[in-house]
């Protein structure tokens, strides 16, 4: 029975060029042999990429349900990986380049890009600290201490005992990277990867470091510095390159930093502004009068209350709020007026004089 090729990468006949692609490089990363996938269904998938990406094989595959430059469909005597570009990998002795095929992240999925095995990279790792109300809205700095895999301080990451030479790895004969093949219905099919032994470098130490044991890495304590930036707001994650962990021969992860920030009494926040409730008497609400504030960087503001002020009421104090170098928050005070519990006889007498006045 033939091969329904728009079926296999799942796509419209209507599809375009990159709707073919983007179909085969998310089959590719899920099928691949390398990757434990279906050697079956890759080939198949390849086969169905190969016709549909070219034109001329594509116009004979919609007309005959066959592709004449390529062979039969289904059948053997024709390349299924006619104008198909691989990077890194081997088929019948060949070595075939992936190209920009797998750029832009594919690439490292089967083990490199053009030119080489690719770069290590250390692992990620998070951590989570509490910060004050306060030190979230001015800023600070806080020193952590952290447990991770970092480089070794003796032989600063490269695995050899200060002051040896370096020789050629016999693994890779230098050249930083092994090849694997695997047998399959296609043929010989090879991956490269870094070598396991060098770490892609090509040189191994005579004598490694007694601290490390010429790994050039190890789990050990380390104090980092997290600056905590002005404004920040709970959950966010502070973001750290290189702070994560070490891989030798590679370039460190990153350290990521999730801000938990503490409830304050007074103040809220509200984007760059910040939020208090004030009190009033009744009194004070009538006649005006003027309040002192204790602002969040602990200074001590005095700030005049309009007569006939009333409950919800705010008042803007401006550039007191969130400062950063994006600019200025306001300080918003929103009055709340108290009643009295209960009342004299002369604080009686004068609330009848003032309901005879219209009040």
Known sequence: MAKNYYEILGVDKKATKDDVKKAFRKLAQKHHPDKGGDEAKFKEITEAYSTLSDDKKRKEYDNYGQTFGGGA?????????????FSGFQQGGVEFDFGDLFNGGFGDIFGGGRGGARTQRGRDISIDIEVSFKESILGSNREVLI???GKCDVCKGDGAKPGTEMETCQTC??????????????????????????????????????????????????EIKVNIPAGIDGGEMIRMPGLGEAVKGGVSGDLYVKVHVKPHPVFKKDGMNLIMQSPLKLTDALVGTTISITTIDDKTLDVKVPPMSATEETL?????????????????????????????????????ELKNEGF
């Open 73 to 85: 469909q289904g059948q053997g005597g024709g390349n299924p990986f006619g104008g198909f570009d």
């Open 173 to 222: 004969n230098g050249a930083g990277r092994v090849h694997e093949t695997r047998n399959s219905m296609l043929g010989a099919f090879s991956s490269v990867r870094t070598c396991p032994t060098c770490d892609g470098s090509g040189k191994v130490p005579k004598t490694p470091c007694e601290n490390c044991a010429g790994r050039g890495v190890l789990k050990k304590q380390e």
């Open 147 to 149: 447990t991770k895999v």
């Open 316 to 352: 803007r104090i401006r550039n007191k709020g969130v400062a950063t170098d994006r600019g200025n928050g306001d300080l918003l005070i929103r009055l709340s007026v108290t009643m009295p519990k209960k009342l004299s006889n002369k604080a009686k007498k004068a609330i009848e």
